[in-house]
């Protein structure tokens, strides 16, 4: 079974920073990645943690205890346009979603 | 433009009714997927496909038909639609599984 949960949503203001967790419980790991989804558009790829550790890309950090089944995107210099879902995915042999979390970017 | 296409974008249809969602990619991905995104906005796999070869099927109810008629394209068939079937669903491909994903702009299905 698998078990993917996030917070549900936040609000934040330009500038600043923003954390977004996520907890799993899956039977085999193939990764784990962070989607960053629009509202009436796609997901899109933001990042992807194989091993234990912080990988940082530009404004957007993603961090991996995989001891600990835990996961977090780390969002600096928030802007208006970071105004977003973001979802967090296990790679199962096919990417298992949580249920995102809205980050709402205030003035 | 390389992409993972899929039409039509809006479809709205009676309950009872049959149809079907096109996608199609040229990316040369080997792996195509359909997702169904909810009200709720979680996103769940329904069914994989590997140089069309079916690879999972997620305990889909089988008025939901997938065909794949060649690696590029993989298509979705639903019949006696009902209302709970009303939802947003994405295509994706991948060169290799979980890797790499690129997803359609989605379908917005409601059915009255």
């Known amino acids: 079974g698998q078990n993917i949960d996030q917070p549900t949503e936040m609000t934040a203001t330009e500038g600043a920073i923003v954390q977004i967790n996520c907890t799993y419980q899956t039977s085999g790991f193939n990764g784990l990645f962070w989607y960053q989804q629009h509202a009436g558009e796609a997901p899109t790829f933001l990042s992807y943690n194989v091993l234990d550790g912080l990988e940082e890309k530009g404004r957007f950090s993603s961090f991996l205890s995989r001891s600990k089944g835990y996961s977090y995107l780390l969002l600096k210099e928030l802007q208006m346009k970071d105004s977003a879902s973001y979802l967090c995915?296990?790679?199962?042999?096919?990417?298992?979603f949580g249920k995102g979390n809205q980050v709402v970017v205030i003035p | 433009d390389t992409a993972v296409s899929q039409t039509p974008k809006y479809l709205v249809t009676q309950m009872g009714n049959d149809k079907s969602i096109k996608c199609e990619q040229n990316?040369?991905?080997?792996?195509m997927y359909w997702y169904k995104q909810d009200s709720k906005k979680f996103l769940k796999i329904m069914f994989s496909?590997?140089?069309?070869?079916?690879?999972i099927n997620e305990t889909v109810p089988n008025r939901f038909s997938p065909k794949s008629p060649d690696k590029a394209h993989l298509n979705l068939h639903i019949n006696s639609l009902e209302l709970g079937d009303s939802a947003v669903y994405f295509c994706?491909?991948?060169?290799?599984?979980?890797?790499?994903?690129?997803f359609g702009s989605g379908t917005r299905l409601t059915v009255v």
């Open positions: 994706a491909s991948s060169r290799v599984l979980d890797y790499g994903y690129t």
């Open positions: 496909y590997n140089n069309k070869e079916l690879i």
């Open positions: 990316l040369g991905h080997d792996t």
């Open positions: 995915a296990v790679g199962l042999n096919r990417l298992a």
